[in-house]
């Protein structure tokens, strides 16, 4: 498994393009009631998005694309909700994998799996297999995906790796590669559709020095341009890591490109 570098243990390559982009698709219940369509209508046609949003990333070559599909807290919503998206989500993955397949996209599912039919469960081990040689894009699906659930988790596996762990051996590094997205580096940039300013319990860990982009467009509205412009506001962001400004400006003399 590829090892990334901790934002917080040393300071990660900077690139214009964000190599990894996780987004949290929200409005889509907003974008159908408005039109007087009942809320799951906003789910299937937020699927559209997902597509525009994949295929522009492939073309503006990011590595890594992480989407927030359905979070822990998502049970709590009305059992009718609950029971489409997840016929959506089972639905999504058999008319998607062929494709991902053809377009060089590598498919991955992070989140407690467990707690879904075991029809979801097949159909992701095998999505998973049959992109696995995949190599332009990888695709993160967020399900029954939360941020506290990731670190606990994380943590009785390290544990269960390391029964003798004493308190003081406990680090960064030593819990990183049991994170449920270790195979990838942390998000650049993370964009939140809805209007809603918040995390809502994604990826808690790994956004701690993610640059942090919020868009009243609902998710289903969402496309190239909407990506084009997060892009555009990304490239003029100065990432300090902790450091100062007139530091950045010393590398850049130092370490021309
Ligand atoms: C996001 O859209 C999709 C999921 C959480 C599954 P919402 O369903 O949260 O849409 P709004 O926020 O109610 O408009
Ligand atoms: C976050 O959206 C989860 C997903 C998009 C899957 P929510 O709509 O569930 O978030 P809150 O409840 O408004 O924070
Ligand atoms: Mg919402």
Redesign the pocket.
């Known amino acids: 498994m590829a090892k990334h570098k901790s934002s917080t243990v040393e300071v990660p390559e900077i690139t214009p393009v964000p190599r990894h982009v996780a987004i ?10 408005k039109r007087h369509m009942p ?1 799951v209508a ?2 299937s046609e ?1 699927l559209g998005a997902v597509r525009k949003v994949v295929e522009a990333c492939r073309r503006q070559g990011v590595e890594y694309l992480t989407v ?4 822990s807290e ?1 049970w709590r ?1 009305p059992p009718e ?1 609950v029971g489409f ?1 997840m016929k959506l989500f089972l639905k999504s993955l058999r008319g998607e994998v062929n494709r991902l397949a053809e377009n060089d996209i590598r498919l991955r599912l992070i989140g407690d799996l467990g707690k879904f039919d075991s029809s979801i469960q097949e159909m992701v081990a095998f999505s998973e297999e049959k992109t696995g040689h995949c190599k332009g894009l990888t695709l993160t699906i967020a399900a029954n995906y939360g941020g506290r659930w990731d670190i606990l988790q994380a943590m009785r596996e390290c544990l269960r790796a390391h029964p003798d762990l004493k308190p003081d051996d406990v680090s960064e590094q030593l819990l990183q590669p049991f994170l449920s997205m270790a195979y990838a580096p942390e998000p650049d940039l993370f964009i939140r559709t ?1 209007g ?1 300013q918040r995390v809502s319990n994604f990826l808690l860990w790994q956004l701690a020095y993610t640059e942090l982009y919020f868009t009243d467009t ?2 289903p509205d969402f496309g190239a341009d909407d990506l084009q412009a997060a892009f555009d506001w990304f490239s003029q962001r100065e990432r300090r890591f902790g450091r100062t400004s007139a530091q950045l400006a010393a590398q850049a003399v130092s370490e021309p490109v």
Do not use: C, Q, T
Request: hydrophobic fraction near 40%.
């Open positions: 949290i698709m929200d409005g889509n219940g907003r974008w159908a009631s809320r906003g789910h937020g927030f599909a359905f979070s998502n919503r909700e998206l809805g809603e609902l998710w």
